[in-house]
């Protein structure tokens, strides 16, 4: 079946004709995505094919221009702030496998906990074993883990490092200290 064109008997149904006939052949593939260059297609269409008894006002094209201008810069934000979320995650990971790199060989304590239903119906985590190891593998595929006595383990188990004095009932934190305390640097 071919396609004809129509006969066109006024200027400005060839205007429309020719302005629809326009925009359709430079039509993105992407509808919802309109770029710079696409608006600067449109504005000189519309301006060639615009009506001279009745141009487009000043106002009206600045107000265009604006739009497009902001729309613009708002996607440059955009793709600024997709750019820093990747290094932001780029660099937890560096942090992340350097941190775990710098356990292997140290002495640390594994927090091994369960889940237990508590009177008011609630679900507390609570350690059932603490193990002490040297690390002496880290496995940084997926999440980060390292190995302890031959048994692999989430860094987020991990709840020293190093020799740490059990707590007594009578110590005091630091946060528990008074102002009567007297330390070195107080006298």
Do not use: C, H, R
Request: aromatic share 4%; no cysteine; net charge negative.
């Amino acid at each position: 079946m071919a396609v004809s064109t129509p006969n066109v008997s006024s200027d400005a149904a060839k205007y429309i004709y020719d302005a629809t006939k326009a925009t359709q052949t430079t039509a993105v593939a992407n509808n919802s995505d309109m770029t710079m260059d696409d608006f600067w297609q449109l504005l000189a269409a519309q301006l060639k094919y615009q009506d001279m008894s009745n141009p487009m006002s000043n106002s009206e094209m600045m107000s265009q221009m604006t739009q497009m201008g902001s729309m613009s810069a708002m996607t440059q934000l955009s793709e600024a702030i997709a750019s820093i979320a990747t290094v932001t995650n780029n660099l937890s990971q560096v942090t992340l496998t350097g941190y775990s790199t710098g356990l292997l060989g140290k002495e640390v304590t594994i927090a091994i906990t369960e889940k237990q239903k508590q009177a008011d119906g609630s679900e507390k985590e609570v350690i059932v074993e603490e193990i002490k190891g040297v690390v002496t593998g880290v496995d940084l595929t997926g999440a980060t883990s390292v190995y302890v006595n031959g048994k692999k383990y989430e860094l987020s188990q991990i709840m020293a490092v190093g020799d740490v004095p059990k707590k007594e009932d009578g110590d005091k934190t630091d946060t528990d200290k008074t102002d009567n305390d007297k330390t070195d640097t107080d006298q």
